[in-house]
């Protein structure tokens, strides 16, 4: 049998291509608490990020950025899945979860800073308990299930108390699962019961290698293979998206355990600034999926039902229009580093082994600014 003969797993959806409501006995209780604004504030989100993204793009276009990672297309996974975390749940990103970022209060354009080479990170991963990126693919998931068996052991699942149970959740590709850390990480998080939610936004391409280059069955079934409730998802569905997170995330705060979530969804844009996808894609296959934006599918909902008025949409052109303004002003701004910033952040606390490498290299480059060059270099 081929894969494509194999039965299909359900794929959980709330919101049809066409922006059709649709029933589902297990999910839509989940999500019976959002009314129309909730709705519209989704909506919002999701113009925000695709705004940045154009900006960063073009950023990078301009020479502003080294390099970008577009999430285009990814914005309900993403959204959708980052509204439903509490603050104290933990977030281990690769290094296209903008839209994940913006759910979690970060200014996006310490995003950039990274792509535009002038600082390892970006921002500090205490402040909106959101890990720096990860560029090494799949490395993270480990952390995550790690970092969630240390959750475990302070006694932060199961209390029963809503501001204190913890979840972590680990943000992969597709390409990902076929990493041996990834599948350590699973073997991990299950024998362990880890409060962690493995997050796969399957979107159909790993750079130039389709989904089917990298598995002989579904996705989902790869969690399933190692014991851990697996949910597949339509992750152009934004409202789907939050129903199944919801419940992953309650299952992991509450001493359930792990879930693996496969969010179907694609790429669609170019993997990263430096990809051409024309190369290794046809352009029928990224028009069957322009018709499942995941942007179209809830304004379509909402316009039916005359729950998305002028002046809202208004709104949210100008605040996509300011956060436009405010990433173009800010990158140009952005100046590299003093050299001895890349001492920082070697240990959490002084070391004196580091503190000795930055007095020499102090002096090091004090020897350039001797008098007989002015100080030039
Ligand atoms: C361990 C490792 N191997 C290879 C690479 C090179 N690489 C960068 S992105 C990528 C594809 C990742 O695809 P996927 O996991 O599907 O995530 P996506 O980029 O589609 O979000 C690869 C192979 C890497 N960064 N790390």
Known sequence: MTPTDLPQPELVQLLTPAGERVEHPAYSPRVAHLDADALRGLYRDMVLVRRFDTEATALQRQGELGLYAPLL???????????????????FPSYREHGVAHTRGLDLTD??????????GGWDPRVHNFHLYTLVIGSHTLHATGYAMGVQRDGLVGTGDPARDTAVVAYFGDGATSQGDTNEALVFAAVNNAPVVLFCQNNQWAISEPTDRQTRVPLVERGRGFGVPSVRVDGNDVLAVHAVTLEALERARSGGGPTFVEAYTYRMGAHTTSDDPT?????????????????????????????????????????????GRHVRATVHAMRPPAKDTMFDHVYGSRNTVVDTERAWF????????????????
Not at 290 to 312: C, M, N, Q, V, Y
Request: hydrophobic share 35%; no cysteine; net charge negative.
């Open 73 to 91: 297309g990814q914005e309900a996974a993403q959204v959708g899945s980052g509204r439903a975390l509490a603050p104290q749940d933990y977030v």
């Open 111 to 120: 995003v950039l800073k990274q792509f535009r080479g002038i600082d390892h």
């Open 279 to 323: 190369r290794y894609r046809s352009s029928a296959e990224e028009e069957e999926w322009r018709a499942k934006d995941p942007i179209d599918r809830l304004r379509t909902h909402l316009a039916s039902r005359g729950e998305l008025p002028e002046a809202f949409l208004e709104s949210v052109n100008a605040d996509a229009d300011a956060l």
């Open 362 to 377: 102090t002096e090091y480059e004090s020897a350039f600014d001797d008098a007989t060059t002015g100080g030039a270099r």
